[in-house]
């Protein structure tokens, strides 16, 4: 049997993607994990890989945009195999939604977002109804990882894809004040997409402050004003020392309906088939390779590497240059020191700290210390 290709969620913000070019024809054979064609935002271009082995379909034509979960192709088991019949939802026109298309709230989305919920096939169960929060919950899967329970990933490339007519510009609100923040400002200085609109510190004594021409305009609590006022788009934490404030701070913001967004510098390296989450803060020179699995809310320093087909979950922080092999699993709020190497393969459990200098050579299990590198562990209270 075959399998249909929705356009898919490329980002929290954007509802819509367009069908830049088929990369095979109509009817060609495609296999597992290869390219078909490529989708893009105003934020990336990405491409879409084929789930199954089989014949594609061509559904819909390049240079038109649709609404995320719209049937653009089907992949056939056979070359005889007869295509579905779908009830597609019209593409947008001049970006305006047509009012045939599926409603729910924007908590609803962001819900639907991390609990890993399809509003399309939602919507469609519930013709008529205006999907709210309870109704997400009501079919979210049980999922008993938290990484994989908090995280709704979405394929990014290596770069941001800008245009010169584009106008619009995500504004981005800015949580803490010190060294975090300067490096959001530099790598923001260099991407025409998003712009700093304030930052917010806890400190009173940076209140109505500047930095780098940004001012501190009040303390975390004033995010949620500023929200209600509409004067922000997007958050994004700066908070690495205490991985138990960071997640306090993604948490409080997300559950109440505020999102956070990915701040990546424009020459650090996210190769193709990469998985991202939200709230992700990776700083220059750190190369993501192609299948790799990021949750939320993670910090890469400077010239962090993680290679082919990782699995990082959410809340961790990597200090400069740590570097992880292939297929390495870590799980969430672990936190890496400077100079980390992890060998290829290891396990990283929940809530471990691995010092700096040290090469895990080892499964770590969660809740561990590790200070040297003959990788002794010490079990810490969770």
């Given at each position: 049997?075959?399998?249909?290709?929705?356009?898919?969620?490329?980002?929290?913000?954007?509802?819509?993607?367009?069908?830049?070019?088929?990369?095979?024809?109509?009817?060609?054979?495609?296999?597992?994990?290869?390219?078909?064609?490529?989708?893009?935002?105003?934020?990336?271009?990405?491409?879409?890989?084929?789930?199954?082995d089989g014949f594609l379909r061509q559904l819909a034509p390049v240079g038109s945009t649709y609404i995320t979960g719209y049937a653009i192709g089907f992949i056939a088991s056979s070359i005889d195999e007869l295509v579905p019949n779908f009830e597609h939802i019209e593409p947008y026109s001049n970006n305006i939604v047509e009012s045939t298309s599926p409603k729910w709230t924007k908590k609803a989305q962001i819900l639907a977002n991390r609990l890993g919920v399809d509003l399309i096939a939602l919507a469609a169960a519930h013709p008529g109804v205006l999907i709210g929060e309870e109704l997400v919950k009501s079919v979210a899967p049980s999922i008993e990882s938290e990484s994989l329970r908090a995280v709704n990933l979405t394929a990014v490339t290596h770069l941001p894809i800008t245009h010169a007519n584009d106008t619009h510009q995500e504004r981005v609100l800015i949580l803490g004040g010190s060294g975090g923040a300067a490096l959001v400002l530099d790598i923001l200085s260099d991407v025409l997409t998003q712009q700093a609109i304030g930052i917010l510190d806890n400190n009173p004594k940076l209140f109505n402050t500047t930095l780098m021409g940004v001012p501190v305009i009040g303390g975390f609590d004033l995010a949620i004003q500023l929200w209600q006022e509409k004067k922000f788009d997007t958050l994004i934490s700066t908070v690495v020392k205490d991985i138990a404030d960071r997640v306090s701070i993604f948490e409080r913001f997300t559950q109440i309906g505020i999102p956070f967004t990915n701040i990546i510098a424009a020459n650090a390296n996210v190769r193709r088939d990469c998985r991202m989450g939200t709230g992700n803060l990776i700083v220059h020179g750190s190369y993501i390779a192609t299948g790799v699995t990021l949750g939320n809310n993670n910090f890469l320093a400077a010239g962090t590497y993680i290679e082919h087909h990782s699995i990082i979950g959410s809340h961790c922080t990597f200090g400069p240059r740590t570097s992880l092999s292939g297929r390495v699993k870590v799980a969430d709020r672990v936190k890496f020191g400077t100079h980390v190497a992890?060998?290829?393969?290891?396990?990283?459990?929940?809530?471990?700290?691995?010092?700096?200098?040290?090469?895990?050579?080892?499964?770590?299990?969660?809740?561990?210390?590790?200070?040297?590198?003959?990788?002794?562990v010490i079990r810490h209270a969770r």
């Open positions: 049997m075959g399998m249909i290709i929705k356009m898919p969620l490329l980002n929290i913000n954007d509802e819509s993607a367009t069908l830049v070019r088929w990369l095979h024809s109509d009817g060609a054979r495609v296999s597992q994990n290869e390219p078909i064609c490529v989708v893009e935002t105003t934020k990336s271009a990405v491409d879409i890989c084929a789930e199954i992890v060998e290829p393969f290891i396990e990283i459990g929940t809530e471990s700290v691995i010092a700096s200098g040290v090469v895990l050579t080892s499964h770590i299990p969660s809740y561990s210390i590790v200070k040297n590198a003959s990788n002794s």
